[in-house]
């Protein structure tokens, strides 16, 4: 039996990605839904950067844990960070053989692109990022989505312009998140978009 489909879904924080991965593994009830927030990385991680490209999340470990051995059709077997406590915190095991979705920013990183079968950008207009930030991550966390979170996924934007390595860019910046809502996304380019 071949290895299943892997598909990553990228974009910066608040543009819509959880909602469509969400949906995606909806439609596909056999799937593994990863969340790249599961790999950021605890304060006292010493390769911990703010300035370096995703430097804030453990992408080898995302590689080491998920990706590889997905293609070796192995089961998976990762380990959470815990937002609450700030560190990692519990290990996750799940099935080999069926489809991956991994969602989260940096997922699709030049370092992990070609692990995928599938690559989404999903993007929205900044202020509505923003917008939705704080209104799941509190006003408390504005420093945070300010000054931190957005010029990161701003330098990697800039710096490895991932929406140009997608199949498929969506713009989340109409999408409804709210439950029993139907979501829809406008698309806005990706390879796939480019085929005669």
Known sequence: MGTAVRIGIDGPGASGKSTLAAGLAEALPEGVLVEGDDFYRPESDSSRSEIEIAGLFDIQRLASQVLIPHTKNRDL??????????????????????PLIVEGVY???????????????VTARRAVRLSRGM??????????????????????????APPDHAHLVLDGTGAITRQGDEVSYMVAG???SQAP
Request: charged share 35%.
């Open 190 to 192: 990706g390879l796939l």
């Open 77 to 98: 077997h990762y380990q959470r960070y815990d937002w609450e406590s700030e560190a990692l915190g519990d290990w996750v095991n799940e099935p080999s053989g069926v």
């Open 107 to 121: 997922s699709t990183h030049e370092a992990l692109r070609d692990f995928y079968d599938l690559r989404i950008w």
């Open 135 to 160: 209104a799941r991550d509190g006003e408390e966390a504005r420093g945070r989505w300010v000054d931190v979170w957005m010029p990161a996924e701003d330098r990697y934007v800039a710096e490895q």
